[in-house]
């Protein structure tokens, strides 16, 4: 019979000729490209999620861009004059009042003061100050979209026209649960990669979930190492640097202390999505856990529920019984219930079961026949 050699080779006795069985054969090709197949079908879905999460972002970017841009260059213009404006009333007002007296001089300068400062605080609000830097630029739009979507909402950045404010509606409906589905399926490979380097360090119960002490260390973790990496390149401190880091990863987000360096928001974006995709990982393992502890302690407080209802059948049971008095009721143990409990099962013994013959006992063990009859006549 033909036999496998450690050469990959067919050796027989019969035919002197040796069958190389190599990789190359259509059989093996058709095995890796079954295998390549079903490796693409399963990461395909995953990816092309991400994909299009991306696209979606870097088209909705645009179109603000687009929209709120133009609107912003105008109304930096409109302020510009504004404030250009008021400021030579100002010059003219005090100019040509110096010549009257003091009191109504003060008057007139403080209400023209007051109107510069309005005016002033009233673009500073609506983030159109004098500073030559755009705000609505291309990067700062893909972080304005990141910011919606996964509904962090910095608030530093808003749409300031109608058409924008309309176009945020729509693209928040649809971002919203496709940003949040994203985060989630990466999150659970995040869970499952570590659930591998678990099972690779041999370490105990590796197909169980993480320990809720290792996720907490795992994200106060990542969020030391934002605040290092936000510290190095905003002007910010440690401390204001993690609590940015912790504001975004819980998804708070309250706008008072927002990255500015442009050049640096790929990192930024980054490092948000892979933190929110990490909190997602740890919410919901540890939420698991503590809701299956909840389920557990709901259904043992069922069971002694149903335990001390039994209990209180069964006393009753024991009390009509035996027709016991709360006195008696009251100083039974748990030994002399049992023990009326083992009496009343017993099966009924009448007294002289002795004196019953059995077939298979000996006949020198019961008395003679004539003794019995004679007993018999005693108790009639």
Known sequence: MPRLGPNRKVASTHCPQHVDLHPSYPFFIQHEENSWKKTFRIVLPHVGLVTFCVIYVLAGAWIFFLIESSEEQLMR????????????????????????????????ALRHIDNTTRILISWFQRHYTADQQLTWSYPTAIFFCISMITTIGY??????????????IIYGIFGIPLMLITVADAGKF???????????????????PLPVSALLFLMIAYMMIGAVL????????????FYWAFISMSSIGFGDIVPER?????VTIAYILVGLALASMCIDTSAAY??????????KMKSAQATVSDLIRLSLFIKRRYRLSEKEMNEMSLQSALKHMLAACNAYVPDDINLIYYIDHPSSAYPPSDDIEEMHSIDE
């Open 155 to 168: 608030g530093n950045l808003v749409p300031s026209t109608t058409e924008g404010q309309v176009i945020c």
């Open 290 to 299: 503590y809701i299956r502890k909840i389920h557990f302690f709901g259904r």
């Open 190 to 208: 995040i869970g499952d990669a570590l659930r591998c380097l678990r099972r690779r360090g041999k370490v105990a119960g590796a197909d169980g």
């Open 262 to 266: 442009c050049e640096m928001f790929p």
């Open 230 to 241: 936000l510290h190095s390149y905003e002007k910010w401190t440690f401390g204001q640097a």
């Open 77 to 108: 213009k409109k302020a510009e004059n504004e404030i250009r404006s008021e400021r030579h009333r100002l010059m003219v007002a005090l100019w040509e009042e110096q010549r009257e007296n003091r009191s109504a001089w003060e008057a007139s």
